[in-house]
């Protein structure tokens, strides 16, 4: 198993332009989850997905947009990126009634 | 307000030393309680988890929590830290709904 994969590993932004964050699970995990950490400020949770089809908003949902069409994959959508947005940011996915949370690697997303 | 609190931002011991980092979480009823730790340039992995039961938990890599109600504390232990446990470490509180809130986290350096 591959657990979770997020790509790019790294990208740079120029305000306004928009991009996908792209995350893939291969542990058929129904829960799905978008965190951005900012340094000194923990994880704050962005959108989370408890099935496909299915999404809702979590701690700061603006300026984000998400989809599950599938159960592997919970991309993340960025529009007209702002400053403010440059972050790691770190997919994770959990079976339901475990609350075990698996982490992707993360993307260092800088917005300039 | 809801809250989970990580009052050191920083800590370093000594290799061979004891560990103990603290958490205090803020809402109305007991909720799931985690330890993640995350290396530098890596995801979090997850280190122990408490839902109910016995109030000591034991996880992996040497470490133990204990779960207090009294104090809404759930303090991560190890009563020998090595060179390779220096990192970044979290604790997390899990509520209905399957949403997850995260502390600030506490550097742990480790000197030889």
């Known amino acids: 198993n591959a657990g979770v994969t997020q790509t790019p590993k790294f990208r740079i932004l120029k305000i306004g332009q928009s991009m996908t964050l792209q995350c893939t699970q291969d542990m058929n995990h129904n829960y799905m989850y978008w965190y951005r950490q900012d340094p000194g400020m923990g994880l704050k949770l962005i959108y989370y997905?408890?099935?496909?089809?299915?999404?809702d908003k979590g701690e700061v949902p603006n300026g984000y947009n998400v989809s599950r069409s599938t159960t592997e994959d919970f991309p993340l959508r960025l529009e007209l990126a702002a400053p403010s947005q440059t972050s790691v940011y770190f997919c994770a996915s959990m079976t339901s009634g475990n609350y075990e949370q698996y982490f992707g690697p993360g993307t260092r997303l800088t917005v300039t | 307000a809801q809250s989970v609190t990580q009052p050191d931002i920083h800590i370093t011991v000594s290799e061979g030393a004891s560990l103990e980092l603290r958490c205090n979480y803020s809402?109305?009823?007991?909720?799931?309680l985690f330890w993640y730790v995350q290396s530098p340039g890596q995801g979090l992995q997850l280190l122990l988890k408490?839902?109910?039961?016995?109030?000591l938990v034991q996880g992996i890599k040497g470490f133990e929590a204990e779960f207090k109600r009294s104090q809404s504390s759930f303090n991560l232990r190890k009563p020998s830290v090595h060179w390779s446990d220096a990192a970044e470490y979290f604790c997390a509180v899990g509520l209905t709904g399957n949403q997850f809130y995260f502390g600030t986290g506490t550097s742990l350096t480790v000197i030889p």
């Open positions: 997905s408890v099935g496909a089809g299915i999404t």
């Open positions: 408490y839902f109910s039961g016995d109030t």
């Open positions: 809402y109305g009823a007991t909720p799931y």
